[in-house]
């Protein structure tokens, strides 16, 4: 089971990015997916989720200017981020708090991260 964030990169405080992040490996079913973000010398904390059934959740710092999506037949989720600020700068990791597959299960899965930078 794989995990795989894409998207970060360098933008221009007031830009935009788009952050996808797919889940991979015979997957069955997927609980709530987010995402998080960690910061140089900071805790990881939650930027924004989505349960399967499509309700959303937002940090505040975010509320207004972030979106997250999901695509369940793709087993993808988005994040749509606009209005880049450069205190959004961090890698950015994809979560899923449950996930069963052939194999088995996982609670608290985590992707690898993607950076994504605000320059002021």
């Known amino acids: 089971v794989q995990l795989q964030a894409s998207g970060g990169g360098l933008v221009q405080a007031g830009g935009s990015l788009r952050l996808s992040c797919v889940a991979s490996g015979n997957i069955l079913g997927i609980n709530t997916m987010g995402w998080f973000r960690q910061a140089p010398g900071k805790q990881r904390e939650l930027v924004a989720r989505?349960?399967?059934?499509?309700?959303?959740n937002y940090a505040d710092a975010v509320k207004g200017r972030f979106t997250i999506s999901r695509d369940n037949a793709k087993n993808m989720v988005y994040l749509q981020m606009s209005s880049l600020k450069p205190e959004d700068t961090a890698v950015y990791y994809c979560n899923v708090d449950k996930l069963v597959y052939l194999g088995g299960r996982y609670n608290d899965y985590w992707g690898q991260g993607t950076q994504v930078t605000v320059s002021s």
């Open positions: 989505i349960t399967a059934g499509g309700t959303t």
